[in-house]
C-alpha cells in the first residue's frame, strides 16, 4: 500500500523558516520524481517544484525559487521542502506527490501528472 505522510506543518511567524517533510512507504522511492502542491482557502492546488528520483535535478517556481528549496533522501524514503523568509500568503495546505518517470521535465507541472498524494499539512503564518 503505497502511503506519502507529510510532517512539519504549524503555525509560524512571518519572516520564519520551515521545513516539511513527506515520508513514502510502499513504493520504489528512487524510481520517482516527487513534488510539492499547496492549496489556500477557496484557491487551486498550486505547483511549487519538483526532483528527480535521483535528487540531482530540482525545478520551483519562478515566484518561489528565492525562497523556497526541495530535496530528498533515498536512504530514508523522504522528501523535504525548504521555506524561508515566509509570508501570511504562505498560508496554505500544503501537499507532497509522487509519479513514476524514468525521465525528468524542468517544468511547471499539473496535479494531474503525478498519480500518488499525501494527506497535507496546514501551514499557517501569521502577520
Known amino acids: 500500500q503505497v502511503q506519502l505522510v507529510e510532517s512539519g506543518g504549524g503555525l509560524v511567524q512571518t519572516g520564519d523558516s520551515l521545513r516539511l517533510s513527506c515520508v513514502m512507504s510502499g513504493l520504489a522511492f528512487s524510481t520517482y520524481n516527487a513534488g510539492w502542491f499547496r492549496q489556500a482557502p477557496g484557491r487551486e492546488r498550486e505547483f511549487i517544484g519538483d526532483i528527480n528520483g535521483s535528487g540531482g535535478s530540482t525545478w520551483c517556481v519562478p515566484s518561489m525559487r528565492d525562497r523556497v528549496g526541495i530535496s530528498r533522501d533515498n536512504a530514508r524514503n523522504t522528501l523535504y521542502l525548504q521555506m524561508n523568509n515566509l509570508k501570511p500568503e504562505d498560508t496554505a495546505v500544503y501537499y507532497c506527490?509522487?509519479?513514476?518517470?524514468?525521465?525528468?521535465?524542468?517544468?511547471?507541472?499539473?496535479?494531474?501528472?503525478?498519480?500518488?498524494w499525501g494527506q497535507g499539512t496546514q501551514v499557517t503564518v501569521s502577520s
Open positions: 506527490a509522487a509519479y513514476s518517470s524514468t525521465w525528468y521535465e524542468r517544468r511547471k507541472k499539473a496535479p494531474s501528472e503525478f498519480t500518488v
